[in-house]
């Protein structure tokens, strides 16, 4: 299928992402409002955008690049997200341990690859630790059947040779101040983010050497005599070749429609902790993934902005990439809940932020990557690694347009391509019956 002329379905985003309302105001954006001719162009500027900016200058140092994207950097996903570039396959969660060693294997290296690449580009720019701090992640679990799956998925890591260190309940609490947890896997490879200081830094030191535009929506893609040519509101860029790094969002340009799974995922953040509110929640900071995939997600940071608790669970189905304030409104409510189970003390703490993000997946859990037409390339869909997979989907993205099939880009290209969805109504029925179903067995860690 062809690039469409006309992009109709812009991004639309619910809720302020608190990653982003706690930092300092930008400095005004940059919007393009002319006529601009490029080597390369990159719609998005979140991971994969920015890295794939960045893999390109690398490897043309000359080469004239141009990033578009249609809000500020970090309102859209790269800053909706909870934070952590894991390193582990995504389908370590716990749930099947049977997955093939040798993919488990590959998985993990090209995640390291990712993370290797942002941990150069934040020593590059200067980033802080509080931005980009690689300490590794906890596996929490709070009930009998989560607390197996924890050692289920230590006997996984020790198959895999991987290093992990288990943690008792008493740990657990001395941690996070919290009675909640029953047992933790502590695996080091993880880094933590936040994500708005990350991909603003990252954004600020590309500048110096690509250009890039801020709530500059492509409006239109569309190839003339050769060239592609991109609208925005006031202005066009035209290139030889293009980099979609849009995510779900590719459906938008006319490709890969009807097979990619379009999840919105919700979170919310506390209101700065007093200190002593901050002292019962344990150490500093830390971060906590569910040992089972459905449940919360909870951090706790202190830096710029305060003391804070994030809260992350609940997830809804959304075709069209975009959601209701009544549904946001009531994911917030379930936050309330969620975090009172951890910290019954502080039931007086609100939320002051609450926010939606989107996620897209596919039924086969590969990406959506490769030239789609000649001279223009996808590095989409990332599966709910969007910070690893999004940094290496760029990376590779910017080889295969600039130097070929690089190693790194034949790691995309061996995939297979996203499986077809179930015709209407089965896909919104089949995949609104999975995430409930699913809701509903990790209940107790919600």
């Known amino acids: 299928m062809k690039a469409l002329a006309n992009v109709t379905n812009l991004p639309v985003e619910k809720g302020i992402t608190g990653w982003n309302a706690i930092l300092p105001e930008q400095a005004p954006a ?100 509080e931005a980009f701090n690689p300490c590794g992640k906890i596996n929490g679990a709070a009930g009998e059947k989560a607390t197996q799956h924890n050692l289920d998925y230590a006997k996984h890591l020790a198959e895999l040779d991987e290093p992990y260190e ?39 030191g590309l500048s ?4 890039i535009y801020e709530n500059s929506p492509v409006t239109s893609l569309k190839k003339e005599n050769g060239t592609w040519i991109a609208k925005t509101p006031k202005g066009s860029v035209s290139t030889s070749k293009v980099i979609l790094a849009t995510n779900g969002h590719i459906e938008s340009f006319g490709h890969f429609k009807r097979q990619l799974v379009h999840v919105i995922l919700y979170a919310s953040m506390t209101r700065v902790l007093s200190d002593g509110e901050g002292d019962l929640t344990g150490n500093a900071s830390w971060g906590i993934t569910p040992s089972d995939p459905a449940a919360t997600t909870m951090r706790k940071i202190s830096g710029t902005g305060g003391v804070r608790i994030i809260t992350r669970n609940r997830m809804s189905y959304a075709p069209t990439m975009k959601v209701n304030n009544a549904l946001l409104e009531q ?88 499986q077809k969805l179930p015709p209407k109504p089965l896909d919104s029925i089949g995949a609104k019956a999975f995430m409930r179903w699913s809701e509903f067995k990790a209940r107790k860690e919600l």
Request: proline share 3%.
């Open 208 to 211: 110096n050497r690509v250009s």
């Open 166 to 204: 288990m943690l008792d309940a008493p740990e657990m609490k001395k941690l996070t101040g919290s009675s909640f947890y029953k047992s933790g896997i502590f695996t080091p490879g993880t880094a933590m983010l936040q994500p708005a200081i990350y991909i603003r830094g990252f954004a600020k």
């Open 331 to 418: 994911m917030g409510k379930e936050h309330v809940s969620s975090f009172a189970k951890r910290y019954p003390d502080l039931q007086h703490v609100n939320q002051e932020y609450v926010w939606a993000g989107r996620l897209c997946l596919s039924r086969n859990g590969v990406s959506a990557f490769g030239e789609v037409e000649q001279g223009l390339y996808s590095a989409c869909c990332q599966n709910g690694l969007g910070l690893a997979r999004g940094t290496l989907s760029g990376m590779a993205a910017a080889e295969l347009a600039s130097e070929g099939e690089t190693e790194l880009a034949k790691a995309f290209l061996v995939e297979d391509k996203p």
């Open 30 to 129: 940059l919007t393009l409002e002319q006529d601009k001719k490029c080597d390369f162009l990159i719609v998005g500027a979140g991971f994969a955008g920015l890295s794939a900016a960045r893999r390109l200058y690398q490897l043309k140092p000359d080469a004239r690049i141009i990033v578009l994207e249609a809000k500020r950097v970090a309102e859209g996903p790269a800053g909706r997200n909870s934070g952590f570039m894991i390193d582990l396959p995504h389908d370590l969660s716990s749930l099947d341990y049977s997955t093939n060693q040798e993919n488990d294997l590959r998985q993990i290296r090209l995640n390291r690859q990712a993370i290797a690449f942002a941990t150069e580009t934040a020593v590059e720019y200067g980033l802080s630790i």
